[in-house]
Nanobody, 124 residues
Framework: VQAQVESGGGSVQAGSSLSLSCTPNLGNCMGWFRQAPGKAREGVAAIDTYGTAVYAEPVKGRFTISSEKSKNTLFLQMNNVKPEDTAMYYC??????????????????????WGQGTQVTVSS
């Protein structure tokens, strides 16, 4: 599976903003995940084929997922970042169209295409 490419990570102070972007392979049903050292991978946000977005509780109100289909790009706008947001961030694509019917984030195993990740480090 061809890897997707994430960009936009970096080191910032708490309270700052950061914008991640990803060029997915197909862009049908996408999500952002993160993994901090010593912790399990967790879902951050996801967006379905029709633009419906769902978020993990820790990032609700601070992060926004969006996609620009004309440019085949997935974004994650991160505002008011906190030290606990420090992690490697990955974008993922299910490879098929989907429609969200609730507020639960899809599980990682539902995604077939993954990027190499971009590091986000937030200092207090």
């Amino acid at each position: 599976v061809q890897a997707q490419v994430e960009s936009g990570g970096g080191s910032v102070q708490a309270g700052s903003s950061l914008s991640l972007s990803c060029t997915p392979n197909l862009g049908n049903c996408m999500g952002w995940f993160r993994q901090a050292p010593g912790k399990a991978r967790e879902g951050v946000a996801a967006i379905d084929t029709y633009g419906t977005a769902v978020y993990a509780e820790p990032v609700k109100g601070r992060f926004t997922i969006s996609s620009e289909k004309s440019k085949n790009t997935l974004f994650l706008q991160m505002n008011n970042v906190k030290p606990e947001d420090t992690a490697m961030y990955y974008c993922a694509d299910k490879g098929y169209r989907c429609r969200f019917t609730g507020t639960l984030l899809p599980e990682g195993y539902e995604y077939s295409d993954w990027g190499q990740g971009t590091q986000v480090t937030v200092s207090s």
